[in-house]
């Protein structure tokens, strides 16, 4: 079971030079998997840390960019959208946990955020916009469709900042993954800047699942994503 939770990079939107961040993204799982009287570890673990590039934009956010590792756990990466949905290619070939983490974590990077204005700034609009954006996350994150996500027990906080919102977050999210039920009790923050596109988060909890034959599993996971100049 591949669970990621994933916090986001900031872009800069201004016009200029073509903006160049460094990006650190974190995530791991520590689970136990269970059956009758048998258990055995599923750990994942990975920290990554690059350069990335914003090589095309499309109107005020980034339809392209390239990520390219300052530490050897990242490989080069290109990401574009094409007719709405992203495309990431690898320079070699990554694991299949990295090549799904880094599919649904950067994918993210180049197509529109249709929550980020009702999230940029705390009114009655914000909390039903960020149970949607954690809805679509955790189905981005899990490979999960948006429709079987279950986003409940959501408590709220939003913050005005100079320049959008922080908004933290503790919720309970269900999401089925093919024989197993998936309940994470999850908290963090999101940071919502009115000056770019991308919300960064960082958000960590439990995990408890329960699937056929008396399987069960159990443990923690972190992950998060964010960007500076």
Same mark, same amino acid.
């Given at each position: 079971?591949?669970?990621?939770?994933?916090?986001? @990079?900031?872009?800069?939107?201004?016009?200029?030079?073509?903006?160049?961040?460094?990006? $650190? %993204?974190?995530?791991? !799982?520590?689970?136990?998997?269970?059956?009758?009287?048998?258990?055995?570890?599923?750990?994942?673990?990975?920290?990554?840390?690059?350069?990335?590039?914003?090589?095309?934009?499309?109107?005020?956010?980034?339809?392209? #960019?390239?990520?390219?590792?300052?530490?050897?756990? @990242?490989?080069?990466?290109?990401?574009?959208?094409?007719?709405?949905?992203?495309?990431?290619?690898? +320079?070699?070939?990554?694991?299949?946990?990295?090549?799904?983490?880094?599919?649904?974590?950067?994918?993210?990077?180049?197509?529109?955020?249709? +929550?980020?204005?009702?999230?940029?700034?705390?009114?009655?609009?914000?909390?039903?916009?960020?149970?949607?954006?954690?809805?679509?996350?955790?189905?981005?994150? $899990?490979?999960? !469709?948006?429709?079987? #996500?279950?986003?409940?027990?959501?408590? %709220?906080?939003?913050?005005?900042?100079?320049?959008?919102? *922080?908004?933290?977050?503790?919720?309970?999210?269900?999401?089925?993954?093919?024989?197993?039920?998936?309940?994470?009790?999850?908290?963090?923050? @999101?940071?919502?800047?009115?000056?770019?596109?991308? $919300?960064?988060?960082?958000?960590?909890?439990?995990?408890? &699942?329960?699937?056929?034959?008396? #399987?069960?599993?159990?443990?923690?996971?972190?992950?998060?994503?964010?960007? &500076? *100049?």
């Amino acid at each position: 079971m591949t669970l990621l939770t994933l916090a986001l @990079l900031t872009l800069a939107a201004a016009p200029g030079p073509v903006p160049v961040w460094k990006l $650190t %993204l974190h995530h791991e !799982e520590r689970l136990t998997w269970r059956k009758r009287e048998q258990s055995t570890r599923d750990d994942n673990h990975f920290d990554g840390v690059a350069r990335l590039t914003v090589t095309s934009m499309k109107g005020a956010r980034a339809d392209a #960019v390239t990520v390219e590792g300052i530490t050897k756990s @990242l490989p080069r990466i290109t990401v574009r959208e094409d007719a709405g949905a992203p495309v990431v290619v690898f +320079e070699g070939d990554p694991n299949i946990f990295i090549g799904k983490l880094l599919r649904r974590a950067l994918g993210r990077l180049v197509v529109e955020d249709l +929550e980020r204005e009702a999230m940029s700034s705390c009114t009655p609009d914000t909390r039903e916009a960020t149970h949607r954006w954690l809805q679509l996350g955790v189905a981005r994150i $899990t490979g999960a !469709e948006p429709t079987e #996500v279950r986003i409940e027990d959501l408590e %709220l906080s939003c913050k005005a900042t100079k320049t959008g919102t *922080r908004i933290d977050v503790q919720f309970t999210g269900q999401v089925p993954q093919a024989t197993i039920a998936v309940t994470m009790k999850v908290k963090g923050n @999101l940071v919502v800047d009115k000056n770019v596109w991308f $919300t960064q988060w960082k958000l960590e909890g439990p995990v408890h &699942a329960l699937g056929e034959g008396d #399987v069960e599993v159990k443990g923690t996971f972190a992950s998060s994503l964010t960007a &500076a *100049r």
